[in-house]
Antibody
Framework: QVHLLQSGAEVKKPGASVRISCKASAYTFTRYYIHWVRQTPGQGLEWMGLINPNGDTNYAHRFRGRITMSRDPSTSTIYMELSGLRSEDAAVYFC????????????WGQGTVVTVSS | EIVLTQSPGTLSLSPGESATLSCRASQSVSSLFLTWYQQKPGQAPRLLIYGASSRATGIPDRFDGSGSGTDFTLTISRLEPEDSAVYYCQQFGGSLYTFGQGTKLEI
């Protein structure tokens, strides 16, 4: 059974960084893109960026300069780090997989809640 | 960046009725890259429709996607209480992905 297991909830102060992990299992890790999507309280979905099987990244314009995605093929784990946190970054962060560029996010992680508070 | 605008914001219908959800793009979108998701409270989104009109695995034929260019539609027939959710459209274009703001369907 394909599974994307995300790390647990985080509480951060404004200006800090947060790093969330997404561990993939039961599929060929190197065949799929991994995306990060966030959802602010009561709001819709926002695409943040992707990392492809080669480790290349593509970030949404509004996060460029603040976001870094990386991967560890040896553990099938993908990481997303967001720096310079502000109150509006408080959200649920999801990872999701896509088979190449098909615009089909077929499996999602369970979500990681990030709280930003002083 | 292509902006997707979904309407209506909220739709309240009764079981057995049909729902029509709209997704309008700010510029033309390839039908290959227009996708619909369903999200229930406290859950991750679920892939419903891809390629504008193809149902994902396990999605009943009550869910039907259509459209092209800038106008896309998700139609849900014979509504059931379990269809209560927020529905999002998504597109890929210009190396970027964007989501619509969602339509809340209440049964």
């Amino acid at each position: 059974q394909v599974h994307l297991l995300q790390s647990g909830a985080e509480v951060k102060k404004p200006g800090a960084s947060v790093r969330i992990s997404c561990k993939a299992s039961a599929y060929t890790f190197t065949r799929y893109y991994i995306h990060w999507v966030r959802q602010t309280p009561g709001q819709g979905l926002e695409w943040m960026g992707l990392i492809n099987p080669n480790g290349d990244t593509n970030y949404a314009h509004r996060f460029r300069g603040r976001i870094t995605m990386s991967r560890d093929p040896s553990t099938s784990t993908i990481y997303m780090e967001l720096s310079g946190l502000r109150s509006e970054d408080a959200a649920v962060y999801f990872c999701a997989r896509e088979l190449a560029v098909t615009c089909q996010f077929d499996y999602w992680g369970q979500g990681t809640v990030v709280t930003v508070s002083s | 960046e292509i902006v997707l605008t979904q309407s209506p914001g909220t739709l309240s219908l009764s079981p057995g009725e049909s729902a029509t959800l709209s997704c309008r793009a700010s510029q033309s979108v390839s039908s290959l890259f227009l996708t619909w998701y369903q999200q229930k409270p406290g859950q991750a989104p679920r892939l419903l429709i891809y390629g504008a009109s193809s149902r994902a695995t396990g999605i009943p034929d009550r869910f039907d996607g259509s459209g092209s260019g800038t106008d896309f539609t998700l139609t849900i027939s014979r509504l059931e209480p379990e269809d209560s959710a927020v529905y999002y459209c998504q597109q890929f274009g210009g190396s970027l992905y964007t989501f619509g703001q969602g339509t809340k369907l209440e049964i």
